[in-house]
């Protein structure tokens, strides 16, 4: 389909100049994206998506007659390409400029940085605008920084016809603006909560680490620090020994919820039931490997006999043991033939007897 522009012989011949550059332009459209890609993943920045466009011819025309005397060549217009980085957070926005800007030439003087001239109903217009360059290619390319959130304003903002230049009655323009100012106050509250989160996360792998584990809720990421660790090495290779074993590492992570349903509540805890009971955890594995030929065990020995220890020990019998197969396996009628030949094997076992 032919289009016909009105355009003068200059503006014509910047048209041209697109034309006939437009497949390198697309080349380096692939190449751009590809380093931004590496780099950000190198720098450990995660982002919610990267958008690119090459501006169509269309476009390109309706620019030039608009406005094509303030160009004297095409390496003028520095939106030929365009490419759109959205984070997860605001604070990644200043993580992923400054990646940004180390590798690529960036144009200092035709960058913006709206997020600082912005009015309160302007939240989805707040990007970082960078224009760059990079070596072999002639032309300058844009690329924007801006979150999900005022990413998404912005799509729902320009669905709306918000900023279209259309009379909007004054009750649905306050709504907007109102709208605006709490999507912002989101955007900037999930980065403080990451932040807390993080320093939360840092202030309990110290803790663990000194040892001052009556101090250290009983949570995920407290007991990932913990089993680092490995609390659980030494019974583990006292119960290997007996047939000469070899251990298989397997996730620990599921007796989170086991010394959970225990009335766990601090790691210190959990060390105690480590301290209290691993005389009772090895008298029941001894019994059971001897029962087998087994030259293999997994490093979930050692928990499971613990707790069937501090189960025991504290009196809660068959249901209790049972209690303990529904938490770690889910609730199955294995799990109680499964508990009534621990407790009967138990019977005779001297920590039963003392």
Known sequence: MSHTYHLDPHCQAILQEYKDN?????????KVL???KQTLEEAGIHLASIESRIKTEDSLAGKLERKGNKYKSLADITD??????????????DKVATAVERMFT??????????????????????LHYVCSTEGLPYRFEIQMRTVLQHAWANLDHDTGYKSGVEIPKRYMRSMSR?????????????????????????????????NLDEVPLDGDSFRSFLELQPFRQLNKRIASVNQAEIQEVSLIPYLTVFKGLECKTLGDVRNIINDCSEAAYQIACYQMGLTDLDIVSSSIGPQ????????????????????????NGKKESNDTVAEMIVEQAKELPFMNQ
Do not use: Q
Not at 83 to 93: A, C, E, K, S
Not at 106 to 127: A, L
Not at 182 to 188: A, K, R
């Open 106 to 127: 960036v144009d200092w003087e035709n960058s913006i940085d709206k997020r600082k001239i912005h009015d309160i109903d302007s939240f989805g217009y707040v990007s």
């Open 22 to 30: 437009r497949p390198i332009i697309k080349e380096y459209e692939g």
């Open 179 to 211: 709208l605006a100012g709490m999507l912002e106050l989101i955007d900037e509250e999930f980065s403080k909560i990451r932040s807390e989160i993080t320093d939360y996360r840092r202030k309990i792998h110290k803790l663990v680490a000194s040892g």
């Open 80 to 93: 030929i390409l365009g490419v759109r980085l959205i984070t997860y957070y605001i604070d990644d926005v």
């Open 34 to 36: 590809a380093i931004l």
């Open 305 to 328: 006999n613990l707790c069937i220890a501090y189960i025991l020990k504290k009196g809660w019998g068959k249901g209790g043991v049972r209690y303990f197969f529904d938490l770690l």
